[in-house]
């Protein structure tokens, strides 16, 4: 399975900090916003990741994340010139993803949990069809919502509804077979002029061909488009990290583990960053596996 993370748009909420940046180049607490889809990308095991942004951030990209293979991955980059929708991803990214199957993430959302790495697992396994999740929100009206019948069964998905039928809302990570590309070339843009990942996602739904899973209490789901969003995302790392002295979403230190790339490697890429507290950790990451042996 290849993944695409779309970190593309204007990123208006946030005006004026975005004015000049991407949105997911801005930091939540200690890392860059991209950095928190990545490392989910990488927990399910997908090494190879298309990042799609705009003409003007592109380069930007690049210099901070390179090809990946400092970290044992494979990056490619694309351009999305105007917000044409979610599933615009999958027809800019064709080629990419070849005869493959796709994960989508969005670049601003973070995910969190001592499940995850065992739902994206199945997710991944499950190579027909769709997999989307739902997540219990106070606010529907300002997502995409499932509505289930009593067995957990979808019956309807719909794009921000005035009335939702449900609470759970549609996070911004989902898992497609090959076919996913033709059927965003299939679908055709809503009032609003962009191709809607929910027609994406209806497509299938119609095939009996879509997975829906509950994400239980114990993960947590930060959309971060906002600034009020933003800072409440900071806060929750610096939380659990400050708590536990383990972080979020180091994607060195998830290279590790998945052995990506060895201890010298490791140290490599924390000698270029020893100026900051990022540095120091992902350094004792390697002194306390030379400690166990």
């Known amino acids: 399975m290849k993944g695409i993370i779309l970190a ?3 990123g208006t909420r946030l005006f004026p900090s975005t004015l000049c940046v991407s949105k997911q180049l801005l930091t939540i607490y200690d890392k860059p916003m991209i950095y928190y889809p990545l490392s989910v990308l ?31 991955m494979k990056f490619t980059y694309a351009i999305q010139n105007e917000p044409r929708g979610l599933a615009e991803a999958f027809i800019i990214g064709e080629n990419f993803i070849g005869e493959d199957s796709v994960c989508l993430i969005l670049g601003d959302n973070l995910f969190y949990g001592n499940q995850l790495s065992v739902l994206l697992s199945d997710a991944v396994n499950n190579n027909k069809g769709a997999t989307i999740f739902g997540y219990y929100v106070s606010n529907p009206s300002e997502f995409g919502v499932i509505e289930w019948d009593r067995d957990g069964k979808v019956l309807s998905l719909v794009e921000k509804p005035k009335l939702p039928k449900s609470n759970y809302a549609v996070p911004g990570i989902y898992f497609y077979d090959n076919d996913v590309i033709n059927i965003a070339k299939k679908i055709k843009p ?3 002029g962009e191709l809607e990942i929910t027609e994406v996602n209806n497509f299938y739904l119609k095939q009996n061909r879509l997975r829906a899973i509950q994400l239980s209490r114990g993960i947590a789901w930060l959309d971060t488009g906002t600034h009020s969003s933003l800072l409440n995302a900071a806060n929750f790392v610096e939380a659990v990290q400050s708590r536990q002295g383990l972080y979020i979403s180091c994607i060195e230190e998830i290279a590790f583990h998945k052995k990506y790339i060895n201890e010298e490697q490791l140290l490599n890429l924390a000698e270029k960053l ?16 030379q400690g166990e042996r």
Request: charged share 35%.
């Open 274 to 289: 020893k100026s900051s507290e990022y540095g120091s950790y992902i350094e004792k990451i390697v002194k306390q596996k």
């Open 42 to 72: 990488m927990l399910a095991d997908i090494r190879e990741i298309l990042i799609i942004s705009t003409k003007r951030d592109k380069p930007m990209y690049e210099e901070l994340l390179g090809d990946g293979s400092q970290i044992g």
């Open 8 to 10: 593309g748009g204007k």
């Open 190 to 192: 809503s009032q609003r």
